[in-house]
């Protein structure tokens, strides 16, 4: 008997319908088949921006983890670091007695060794505590309360939960962390020419929004990636409103509306020039800022064009390690003339209206889930790709040109479209060549 991957068309997915797509499509529905191309997915810890660095991103902050040696989802180090955790001491929650005392420990280290005392320090923890159901919020507190009297008083301990059990929940850890991270921030007065860039932990960068905001009056435009220090970061909260730029930023948003008084708007990164254009026009309306994207919706067409002049027939594969929701992506890419033979990515229901249109287009486009455990059975030689897009579509199709499209710094808005469409036109000229 031959094993095959499993796999259903764009059309399959919408004659079932929303409420019935495939469990093989859908995260934590079976066993994981952690490949290369999943690791980073499937813990928040991996690569990329996961809990420990993003929890790292306060500036003048360090981190304590508090993990059993034997954790995989935390550094090698661990095992190898002398034992200070007993089984009893986890079992029981011992342990938890001692974070204070450790948060003490780490900052005297700092002052001993003549650095910098900083301004926070973050706990992360692992699967361990959420089987226990610690209650982090209560530790941090009691170790922020005993620094309360002394030299270091001041400093804030806000805990990170690196909790992979989680993923499937209301709060999942990359979403979490984004709270941890913004409950920092204390009430400030406004400024009506500030303005806060949230979700993503490297900057935006040569995107048309920042030029847009500068040309509106906003003098002060901030990121969590571009505050050098702790005080800047402060200055976040005196922001008119926020930009949320990633999903997962939105309970965090909508904790700052409550907390700190400060409204948000959300921009979603597409890669459809027409979407961007009907996007910033909305965005005008609502906040007063004259926005004329004409120029730079032009010059990303004009990419656009210049690929499907060269390859007319290009047929693309579609990873979900990219910084691009896959089937978003695939949708914009036919609409522009491309065809996109493959999916891989788990298809969650709000992303079912991508697949909604797709299928309207392109009804034999093929969907894989890269975390269903018969993906062992890939097979390259069904594919009809000419380009592959992510670092997992490189894992799958590695005799692919590959345009790889994960990097720190995200894409946005015509800048995202234009920069993609010149990626792979220069990946498929070095592979002619």
């Not at 505590?129 to 941090?140: E, I, K, S």
């Not at 990636?225 to 930023?249: G, W």
């Not at 594969?317 to 896959?326: D, Y």
Request: aromatic letters at 8%; glycine letters at 6%.
């Amino acid at each position: 008997m031959e094993h095959k991957a499993v796999y259903y068309t764009a059309e399959e997915i919408l004659k079932r319908g929303k409420n019935d797509i495939p469990s093989e499509l859908q995260s934590g529905m079976s066993l994981v088949y952690s490949s290369p191309a999943t690791l980073a997915y499937n813990s928040p810890g991996a690569e990329g921006f996961g809990v420990k660095r993003a929890g790292l991103s306060v500036p003048e902050s360090v981190m304590l983890i508090v993990a059993p040696g034997c954790c995989g989802r935390n550094t090698s180090l661990i095992s190898s670091m002398p034992e200070e955790m007993s089984e009893p001491d986890l079992v029981t929650g011992r342990h938890l007695n001692k974070i204070p005392d450790a948060v003490r420990e780490v900052l005297e280290f700092l002052r001993d060794n003549r650095r910098k005392i900083p301004k926070a320090v973050m706990i992360c923890i692992t699967c361990v505590d959420a089987l226990l159901g610690t209650d982090m919020d209560r530790v941090c507190r009691k170790a922020e309360d005993a620094l309360a009297e002394g030299e270091f008083k001041g400093v804030k301990v806000r805990p990170c939960y690196m909790y992979a059990l989680t993923r499937e929940g209301r709060r999942p850890p990359m979403v979490h962390v984004r709270q941890t991270i913004y409950s920092l921030l204390e009430p400030m007065q406004k400024d009506a020419h500030s303005v806060n860039i949230i979700g993503g932990f490297a900057p935006l960068e040569n995107t048309e929004l920042i030029e847009y905001l500068k040309l509106a009056g906003i003098r002060n435009i901030r990121q969590i990636s571009t505050c050098r220090t702790y005080e800047e970061f402060l200055q976040m909260a005196s922001a008119n409103f926020n930009i949320v730029i990633d999903p997962e930023v939105r309970a965090a948003a909508e904790d700052m509306n409550k907390n700190l008084n400060i409204p948000y708007i959300e921009l979603t990164r597409v890669y459809s020039t027409d979407k961007i254009s009907s996007q910033y026009k909305a965005f005008a309306s609502v906040t007063g800022i004259d926005i004329v994207d004409s120029e730079e919706k032009a010059e990303a067409d004009e990419a656009i064009a210049r690929l499907k002049k060269a390859y007319p027939d290009l047929v693309f594969n579609i990873g979900e390690c990219t910084n691009a929701n896959a089937f978003e992506l695939a949708l914009s890419l036919t609409r522009m003339g491309f065809k996109v033979d493959e999916i891989y990515a788990a298809l969650a229901p709000e992303n079912f209206v991508y697949v909604k249109n797709l299928a309207l287009l392109s009804p034999d486009t093929k969907i894989y889930c890269n975390m269903e455990p018969t993906m062992l059975y890939y097979r390259i030689s069904q594919s009809k790709a000419h380009v592959t897009v992510g670092k997992d579509a490189k894992f799958y199709c590695p005799d692919i040109p590959n345009v790889a499209w994960n990097q720190d710094t995200r894409p946005f808005g015509y800048q995202g479209v234009r920069d993609l469409m010149n990626k792979v036109f220069e990946a498929l000229k070095e592979a002619k060549a």
